[in-house]
């Protein structure tokens, strides 16, 4: 699994292409092709060189939308302020459920959103 600042952009943007389409169908919006397109190239961009966001996975990425369409607690637009409030969210859950396993040495079977570190540099290689 490789973080978003590993990913390649051209790959990470046909991702995020996909993730805001079957979005726009969740929240019942209709976007036109050009702007979903533009929409997913800009938020590529910016999950790629937001620094909140670079050590994240697009897992978590998928998650943080999932939750945010299911349960935000405002209305929710296809926009990228609506997508860095999702991801916000979900990035303090993935740090508490961090600190919980590393720190308050909890199961980390037993904490949810908890994702094993990834591994930056492998020296086997």
């Not at 990913?7 to 943007?13: P, R, Y």
């Not at 190239?41 to 945010?68: P, S, V, Y």
């Amino acid at each position: 699994m490789k973080t978003l600042q590993e990913e390649n952009i051209k790959e990470l943007t046909e991702k995020v292409l996909d993730l805001v389409a079957k979005t726009s169908v969740e929240l019942g919006h209709r976007a036109d092709a050009k702007s979903m397109a533009s929409l997913s190239k800009i938020f590529a961009e910016d999950l790629q060189k937001e620094n909140r966001f670079r050590r994240m996975t697009f897992n978590q990425i998928q998650e943080a939308f999932h939750i945010g369409v299911r349960y935000c607690e405002f209305e929710p637009f296809l926009n990228i302020k609506t997508f860095f409030r999702w991801i916000i969210e979900h990035k303090k859950k993935v740090n508490d459920a961090y600190y919980q396993v590393h720190t308050l040495n909890k199961n980390p079977k037993q904490v949810p959103f908890y994702q094993e570190p990834l591994k930056l540099l492998n020296a086997n290689k």
